[in-house]
């Protein structure tokens, strides 16, 4: 787990950068829908399950990824479709892992780290994608 730190690090930025970029292509989008709006609800749902085993598995994160969802919602969220539709997402990712796990396994940190790399990986496609 040693590049779980490194992980954790990049997917932060990348959220920040993605939080900071939105105002500009809701300007430009005159409707709610988003090109990269699938992308952007899998990351909520990844946001949702690694809120969940982060804490299962003692962490200490608190609630950074329940805060980093909410600062998506609040860059991204600019209708009340919006905001459901990425809260549903991130709901979906915190009850589908709190369904399958009830104790810190290996199993759940690989899932932890897995959850961080995609995530890492989709905000860097955003932020580049995003006008």
């Not at 990049?10 to 292509?25: E, K, R, S, T, V």
């Not at 909410?70 to 990425?86: C, I, K, M, P």
């Not at 009850?95 to 890492?120: D, H, K, M, W």
Request: proline share 4%; aromatic share 6%.
């Amino acid at each position: 787990m040693a590049g779980l730190p490194a992980a954790l690090l990049l997917l932060g930025a990348a959220l920040g950068a993605i939080a900071a970029l939105p105002a500009a292509g809701a300007r430009a989008a005159g409707s709610d829908g988003k090109p990269y709006d699938e992308r952007l609800l899998r990351l909520s749902e990844i946001l949702g399950a690694v809120h969940y085993l982060r804490e299962l598995c003692g962490a200490g994160d608190g609630q950074i990824w329940r805060d980093r969802m909410q600062d998506l919602v609040n860059a991204e969220g600019a209708s009340t479709l919006r905001r459901v539709r990425l809260t549903r997402s991130f709901n979906q990712g915190y009850r589908a892992y709190s369904r399958t796990y009830v104790a810190c396994t290996p199993s759940a940190q690989t899932a932890i780290t897995r959850f961080l790399a995609e995530g890492a990986q989709l905000s860097d496609t955003l932020v580049k994608s995003v006008p």
